[in-house]
T-cell receptor
């Protein structure tokens, strides 16, 4: 079946602009995760959704970052007023349910802030 | 907090050599442990997992044993192939938690023919 998909695959934006990153999880997966992969920080967990709710947003790097999930499916990660330090690969993953622990990752969105 | 420490590479081996990539962790409670692999140009894939102490995860000739007494989850393979060249990440997930995965920095493995 189809895996986790993310769009766009690459995004170049100017400092100060807002960007939206999209994630389509595997159909039927109730849990959805966002991560950031950068050279300096490695892989960092950002936020988790069970259904449409995110119980803990403390992993988001700053208040410029927000995320939502609608209909228990598609999720959007929004970065406002982008900064150069936001340049990274943003990864989305989904799992059948939270306790399943096996996360399936998408190919990522490479964000470059110039 | 939770953390994972793994040897950083690059690690360069000849084909058919024995592989060990060390991984140790710090976590409260009883986490589940994972090895993920990222092949060149591809996304992260789950390689193997172990959910409780003394469990051995295995896949594609790779093995790792959950050692609670040494808080370790070392990855091993008896005979590596050129196709095993990739970046390997050790990770943990708190049992019952919603914290997502905590990853190590990754180990770049290069296998030479």
């Amino acid at each position: 079946g189809a895996g986790v998909s993310q769009s766009p695959s690459n995004k170049v934006t100017e400092k100060g602009k807002d960007v939206e990153l999209r994630c389509d999880p595997i159909s039927g997966h109730t849990a959805l995760y966002w991560y950031r992969q950068s050279l300096g920080q490695g892989l960092e967990f950002l936020i988790y959704f069970q259904g449409n709710s995110a119980p803990d947003k403390s992993g988001l790097p700053s208040d410029r970052f927000s995320a939502e999930r609608t209909g228990g499916s598609v999720s959007t990660l929004t970065i406002q007023r982008t900064q150069q330090e936001d340049s990274a690969v943003y990864l989305c993953a989904s799992s059948l349910y939270r306790e399943s622990y096996e996360q399936y990752f998408g190919p990522g969105t490479r964000l470059t802030v110039t | 907090g939770n953390s994972v420490t793994q040897m950083e590479g690059p690690v360069t081996l000849s084909e058919e050599a024995f592989l060990t990539i060390n991984c140790t962790y710090t976590a409260t409670g009883y986490p589940s442990l994972f090895w993920y692999v990222q092949y060149p140009g591809e996304g992260l894939q789950l390689l193997l997992k172990a959910t409780k102490a003394d469990d051995k995860g295995s896949n594609k000739g790779f093995e790792a044993t959950y050692r609670k007494e040494t808080t370790s989850f070392h990855l091993e393979k008896g005979s590596v192939q050129v196709s095993d060249s990739a970046v390997y990440f050790c990770a943990l997930s708190p049992r019952g938690g919603a914290d997502g995965l905590t990853f190590g920095k990754g180990t770049h493995l290069i296998i030479q023919p």
